[in-house]
């Protein structure tokens, strides 16, 4: 299983998809241009970014779905900065307010303002930190003083303007001390020189030192998970798909910034496998390191229970990798079977048929859960990203009409959101802060020391792994 960093470096190369119908809909009546809006059994599936625009501004007798709503806003950024966009819906409001005062009937004017404050606390709701931008922040200032206006008698209006707006200062704020403490954070220290010296005392501890239960340590891998993916945010993932428009076209339409989380949470991914290799690798003896394999595997199998794949995958992808791989006197010690349904389970034919399959059980297990432990559902993310990634290079952004391929985008919007709620699951678990803190600092092995380590292990059987040996040592000498 190779590494997930190999996806990133390379913006997420074309090799499976997430295939499926749009499960989400728009009802076929609207405001604005609706001339420009294509519907098709009630679901609108194209149109201009114009008519798009004005669908999603509300008016005295409409207000746009919330799928819609969702949906547009997490995609038009594809096309459109956050900011402009609601620059462009600030006027279309403008001139729907002036039409309303040119009948001079406040009523539906009121009506009219508490829709459009609606619509802004839905978007500083589902999309805060597209208002960290000063731009937006000044274009909402501009809308919400025009939405007062009419607001003179009971400042109902007022009231909610000033609500949303202390709850996206204090959701930005809550983003930005969470980035902040994010970047302090290092991934834990590649220890390059280690098995140049002498192997580690049975004193020292490893992994089995700090937890011998396979379920605990599931449990508290699950815990990580979740707290590290609480951290993506919907506009974090379309960020891929911007991401590649505008590497495209030579030209950078986003903040690339914003995938901090996304290459926080793959770098976790990369820990974890390394971190398990470590383990393995750095044992003196055959017997222990047979039984480190046979508990790492049980560990999986207990992720795979829980609904946990990422770090299941990650596991046996750390078990995958070569210098673990090549233990042949180890692994013919081990009792494979599990093993074996594991990797059934992760089998990469007919696009992980076989993973799909386990994960659609787990989303309906969650979407009928009666416990917060049925609820869990944790994606391989490299697989997902590589899900959005496709789905995105397979279908074109506009119609040959000039329309947005809405239909394209509806379906992005289906599994992000699908995403976004299995991340928002409080895990049930008992947190140990000793065996998180082992799994989230414990120092792993470079490739070339997993190597070093391995080949000490169990000795070159051929001429090639001789050779690699030899230059390897030479090459860690030389370097220390």
């Not at 009937?105 to 009506?111: G, N, P, R, V, Y």
């Not at 939405?147 to 704020?173: F, H, P, R, W, Y």
């Not at 190597?451 to 792994?465: D, L, Q, T, V, Y």
Request: proline fraction near 4%; hydrophobic fraction near 35%.
């Amino acid at each position: 299983m190779p590494q997930t960093s190999i996806v990133f470096s390379s913006i997420l190369g074309p090799s499976c998809s997430g295939q499926g119908q749009p499960g989400m809909g728009e009802r076929g009546s609207g405001a604005g241009s609706s001339g420009d809006l294509v519907f098709q059994e009630g679901r609108l599936i194209s149109g201009s970014l114009e008519a798009l625009m004005e669908h999603l501004v509300p008016t005295v007798d409409y207000y746009p779905d919330r799928t819609y709503i969702f949906t547009f806003l997490l995609s038009s950024r594809v096309f459109i900065p956050p900011h402009d966009l609601l620059a462009r819906v600030g006027q279309i409001c403008l001139e729907r307010r002036q039409q309303l005062e040119t009948g001079s009937e406040k009523a539906k004017l009121k009506s009219f303002s508490a829709k459009i404050v609606q619509l802004l606390k839905e978007w500083t709701e589902a999309f805060p930190y597209d208002f960290q931008d000063e731009k937006a922040m000044a274009e909402l200032k501009v809308i919400t003083h025009r939405v007062t206006q009419c607001d003179e008698e009971n400042g109902t209006v007022k009231k909610a303007i000033a609500q949303m707006t202390q709850s996206l200062l204090l959701s930005l704020a809550a983003r930005n001390q969470l980035q902040e403490l994010r970047e302090k954070l290092r991934s834990p220290a590649m220890d390059k020189g280690s098995v140049l010296k002498a192997k580690p005392p049975a004193t020292q501890k490893d992994i089995l030192g700090m937890c011998c239960d396979p379920l605990v340590l599931a449990q508290q891998l699950t815990h990580i998970e979740l707290e590290r993916v609480s951290s993506i945010h919907p506009e974090d993932l379309m960020q891929i798909v911007s991401h590649m428009d505008s590497r495209d076209k030579h030209r950078c339409r986003g903040d690339l910034t914003k995938t901090y989380s996304l290459e926080a949470y793959d770098n976790w991914f990369n820990c974890l496998s390394m971190l398990v290799a470590t383990e393995v690798c750095r044992v003196v003896k055959k017997k222990h390191r047979t039984r480190m394999l046979e508990f790492f595997i049980d560990v999986a199998r207990e992720c795979f229970n829980i609904g946990n794949f990422n770090s299941m995958m990650a596991i046996i992808s750390g078990m995958n990798l070569s210098p673990v791989a090549r233990l042949k006197k180890t692994w013919s010690k081990v009792k494979t079977a599990k093993f074996d349904v594991l990797e059934h389970h992760m089998d990469p034919s007919s696009n992980f048929c076989n993973y799909r399959t386990a994960l659609q059980g787990a989303t309906q297990r969650s979407q009928m859960a009666n416990s917060s432990r049925e609820k869990i559902v944790i994606p391989v993310f490299n697989l997902f990203v590589k899900d959005i990634y496709f789905l995105h290079k397979i279908h074109t952004n506009h119609l040959p009409s000039g329309h947005v391929n809405f239909k394209k985008f509806w379906e992005i919007s289906r599994q992000i959101h699908e995403f976004m709620t299995w991340t928002q699951v409080e895990c049930p678990f008992e947190k140990d802060k000793k065996i998180q803190n082992y799994l989230l600092t414990a120092p792993i092995y470079s490739e070339e020391a997993l190597f070093i380590a391995s080949f000490e292990s169990e000795g070159p059987e051929n001429h090639m792994e001789k050779d690699s040996w030899k230059t390897l040592r030479t090459t860690l000498l030389n370097r220390a």
